[in-house]
T-cell receptor
Framework: GAVVSQHPSWVICKSGTSVKIECRSL??????MFWYRQFPKQSLMLMAT?????????EQGVEKDKFLINHASLTLSTLTVTSAHPEDSSFYIC??????????????FGPGTRLTVL | GQNIDQPTEMTATEGAIVQINCTYQ??????LFWYQQHAGEAPTFLSY????GLEEKGRFSSFLSRSKGYSYLLLKELQMKDSASYLC??????????FGAGTTVTVRA
């Protein structure tokens, strides 16, 4: 259980174009999903928290007009990188909040999407 | 802000034991997680501690001391496949995760 998928696994795009990344919880409902970015040899940095049916909450320094997040259902959240530039090239990982037992929750991560902007 | 520290790298031989320490100073505390991440892949959940003490799960154990802001992940009977980055993450008062920079463990034959 607690499987999260991401699509696409990798994408190469031209500078100035937009890219949409999908995150799905396959076997559980996730009211909250998180979007992270990870640069090489660095840790995960939270970009935004996505709640089903409401606007996403962005971390300080993350441009909400550039990174559009939509959480239309309990199993799907999308991240759209608009007008991508080479500095947006990174590993984007989503996670979905689920139960880890003992009354507590954890985050289950998708396999990640590697974005390369030329 | 959140401050989570762990060593950058550790090397050990196959069959040995390695202990990865993590110290944290965060605004609020609602549990500490350890994740394993292989290069180019997403993190996978290893353990969760919210109360002081040791949680054992097979070859992996995790310890927490909330008063000291300290945790460790213990890897026993190391195998080559254990070579990976190990991430310490703290869940804060908003239930968001803040990650340490990760510890790269290299297992040598």
């Amino acid at each position: 259980g607690a499987v999260v998928s991401q699509h696409p696994s990798w994408v190469i795009c031209k500078s100035g174009t937009s890219v949409k990344i999908e995150c799905r919880s396959l076997d559980f409902q996730a009211t909250t999903m998180f979007w992270y970015r990870q640069f090489p040899k660095q840790s995960l940095m939270l970009m935004a928290t996505s709640n089903e049916g409401s606007k996403a909450t962005y971390e300080q320094g993350v441009e909400k007009d550039k990174f559009l997040i939509n959480h239309a259902s309990l199993t799907l959240s999308t991240l759209t990188v608009t007008s991508a530039h080479p500095e947006d090239s990174s590993f984007y990982i989503c996670s979905a909040r689920g139960l880890a037992g003992r009354g507590s929750d954890t985050q289950y991560f998708g396999p990640g999407t590697r974005l390369t902007v030329l | 802000g959140q401050n989570i520290d762990q060593p950058t790298e550790m090397t050990a031989t196959e069959g040995a034991i390695v202990q990865i320490n993590c110290t944290y100073q965060t605004s609020g505390f609602n549990g500490l997680f350890w994740y394993q991440q292989h290069a180019g892949e997403a993190p996978t959940f290893l353990s969760y501690n919210v109360l002081d003490g040791l949680e054992e799960k097979g070859r992996f154990s995790s310890f927490l001391s909330r008063s000291k802001g300290y945790s460790y992940l213990l890897l026993k009977e190391l195998q080559m496949k254990d070579s990976a980055s190990y991430l310490c993450a703290v869940k804060d008062s908003d239930y968001k995760l803040s990650f340490g920079a990760g510890t790269t463990v290299t297992v040598r034959a």
